[in-house]
């Protein structure tokens, strides 16, 4: 193991000079093990989603072990991993998102690691890694919507109103079935995703029971519910192989595919003269942003979404936050006085006259 400077050296002779003093260093017996042998141990593990599990195995093989296969997994230090990330990942021109992803998928591996005390501490330690520049959400408007929906194929078209009014990701509406759906109640409760797996295989996966995501129950406005009763008076369900109705299908009757489902929906999108770059995942951010307009509170916005903590919503809809402040002024001041002035959302709230998350 080589330092560029002293102190780094001294630091972390340190660091191990500590784990040994509490008893946690490397144990004779490990300390042969590469980091292949342990990350092939690791990847076999059962229990995880098969997308998780397919995407591990991507990043592991090309990745991961082709830089750190022969390395003794004890001799991993932050340098190292530091020089990965700089010198291998981002010269390959991949996006700061996929390096976010590799990396996330190295660090698991290694927690692990720590975990079951094969190294005494974690290497994966103040990385620098290229900052996720955020695309600023514009939310679709009411005249976007409908024509999006009027430009779609029929037995498609209601998904529109699943992202935008209920918020849920592609996979989740390709996915969506009968059981899933409380007409009565107003609500629907999101228990599975379509997925793409190896060799273009489509399956239809319940989300883990321990994933935020899981089991969310998530309001079915009336728009929505229109749009799937009209859907489920013209078009029939389809059946798999485990009795699930799955309540959308391909034109040739299957689960519908991600990638020909975007075919139809870009097709759409110049019917209706949206622009180009806009995606179903931005019917799931309007949801998010105007919800957070109308003044849903970001906790319950962010069980609506499954996202893990309210941090991830505030920093993908920071603007939207920012302006909810000066909203909620005038609502506080009416607990204590009857006449209040008008509130002026901040000027950098708006983006061509519509609200910016």
């Known amino acids: 193991m080589t330092f560029e400077k002293k102190g780094d ?12 003093d509490k008893g946690v260093a490397v144990r004779p017996k490990h ?10 141990e690791w990847l076999g593990r059962p ?24 390395t003794l997994l004890h001799r991993i230090d932050p340098l190292e991993i530091q020089k990965w990330v700089d010198h291998d990942l981002m010269p390959k021109g991949l996006s700061a998102r996929t ?17 079951k005390r094969i190294i005494p501490f974690t290497p994966c330690v103040d990385i620098v890694l290229p900052e996720i520049l955020r695309k600023r959400i514009v939310p679709a408007t009411r005249e976007q919507v409908w024509a999006l929906y009027q430009a779609m194929p029929e037995h498609s078209r209601a998904l529109i109103m699943l992202g935008v009014g209920c918020g849920l990701r592609s996979g989740e509406a390709f996915g969506l079935c009968r059981d899933a759906v409380d007409f009565e109640a107003g609500t629907l409760t999101v228990k599975r995703q379509v997925i793409v797996m190896k060799h273009k295989k ?27 009763l009209d859907h ?60 957070l307009d109308q003044g849903v509170a970001e906790s319950t916005v962010q069980l609506y979404m499954g996202h893990a903590s309210p941090e991830e919503l505030r920093e993908v809809y920071r603007h939207q936050v920012k302006g909810a402040a000066a909203r909620d002024r005038k609502a506080l001041e009416t607990v204590f006085f009857e006449e209040t002035e008008d509130v002026e959302i901040p000027a950098e709230v708006f983006e061509d006259g519509e609200a910016a998350a």
């Open 9 to 20: 050296a001294q630091a972390y002779e340190r660091k191990v000079l500590d784990a040994k």
């Open 31 to 40: 300390l042969r093990t590469t980091f292949l042998t342990y990350s092939e």
């Open 47 to 70: 229990g995880r989603r098969p997308g998780t599990q397919e995407s591990y195995e991507m990043n592991m093989r090309k990745h991961i072990q082709p830089r750190f296969g022969g």
């Open 99 to 115: 390096v976010h992803l590799i990396y996330k998928t190295f660090r698991a591996c290694i927690n692990s690691a720590v975990r």
């Open 202 to 228: 489509v399956m239809l996966v319940d989300y883990n029971k321990t994933k935020t995501s899981h089991g969310r129950e998530v309001p079915l406005p009336a728009f929505a519910h229109r749009a799937l």
């Open 232 to 291: 489920l008076d013209t078009q029939s369900v389809l059946v798999d192989m485990e009795g699930r109705e799955i309540l959308f299908r391909s034109s040739r009757g299957n689960v519908i595919r991600r990638g020909a489902f975007y075919k139809t929906f870009k097709r759409a999108l110049a019917v209706a003269g949206l622009p180009g770059d806009f995606r179903f995942h931005d019917l799931r951010h309007s949801f998010a942003s105007h919800a």
